[in-house]
């Protein structure tokens, strides 16, 4: 049995869209993924572009990367920039380090899967993540 | 507003889910795609295997890039292998030519989507996407 | 804490070498997946040529991506090449579909990871691969 | 016979795996591979993140690449950031220049291969390398 299910995982998404509706945000795209980065479940709400499923993608398979949210890649990315292009080569371009990638962990700290969240400012996007993530009782990794 | 809304592919889904429920399929992977071929919402039930979003995808998005569900791409490669091989090669290798994935049309035949669908053989693959399309009241493209 | 761990995996590696060894194999190379398809070793004998791990890894991964071992793609390959060329596309080209791709379950059924293995011929590298995955007491699925 | 062995690899890993614990770093990723640039073997400790089999096998393909170790690769990544991202193009992206690709070389200075480790911090990361190489007797080149 995958240790995030699709229960779970579609519970998260509703509750980022709630949240979302509730900040009055912009049009998202929800992915949520496994522990080994292979999409469980992904909405993409009416408006919301047609590459946001690969950016949320991105967002999330970033954070299972490099094990933290993508905050912490969108940091380096200012700090190392050399590093996170190479991580990207590394991850044949499918890493994309801009909060909004967030890592869902158990309460004993087991890495489960990530959500990525796109649409919205990247700040707005990290807090309909975490409110899903919050939604399920599990622990958020915001980088 | 996009044609094929959120909530009709999330009916679509859980409809397809219900039938694979009914017949007792293994665990299923189904992705729905809007007119441009972009996902607007895919499900992996828990045990289905980490390739399956592709997979689910590549039936969706051959129906869509041909004009017809995939049960007419499979009959071509059998007769013309080395035009679905070129199809293939034309969609950069994004296409998987087997039974189960159909085209969604309005009852006037205007192309909404498509919907793909694996975990089981081909053949109840399929019959689980006709099963969500049908909930929805719209017109179901097997090829 | 990941499933398959580490020290699982070495004893993997180290029984199937003890296997060729018994059996007089050519030098082998030997990966071991975790269920998301990412590597946790791989370990090539003096002598296995350059491009096994890609091999060993592209078998692994095969069994990972359909939920059963390669034996079941190899069979595939024969009967409905155009489905196996499809699925590699999907994948991006990292399936190697013959026999020497070996699930790795729990006892209750659950996918733990993927075993690939080459060197000798497709038969003999599976009955490497088995007897790995019989050192560690776990199930083996060869499709 | 390869100049640098897979027993010579797995004595590096098993060095680099103690130092780490001696210092207490994160869960690391070690690869060692041969003088073409081939992996000969890997291992990933439990709670190293999915993609650190590629982000070391960039830092040991780095070293290989230019001939140093990625210390250096990592300085011209500062001072000549167009050459480094150039070099990663003719690479296929698959260099990783931050410090912890550490060539190894024999005492009269041939090329013998080279590790990479990830998981801590660059500087950790080098250190886990250089024990590791250092518990062999050949000798290291950090750039």
Redesign the interface.
Known sequence: ??KL??ST??KIISAAFEKAAELGLKPLTVVVL??????????????SS??R?QIANGKAYGA????TGTRWLNANAET????V?????????AIVPVPGGVLVKSPDG??LGAVGVTGDTSDNDEAAALAGIEAVQLVADCG
């Open positions: 049995m995958r299910s699709l995982a579609q496994d522990d080994g980065g292979h999409a469980v479940s992904m909405a993409r709400q009416d408006g047609i590459l499923p299972l990367a490099v094990g190392r920039p050399h590093f292009q190479a991580l990207n080569g590394a991850a044949g371009g087991a890495v």
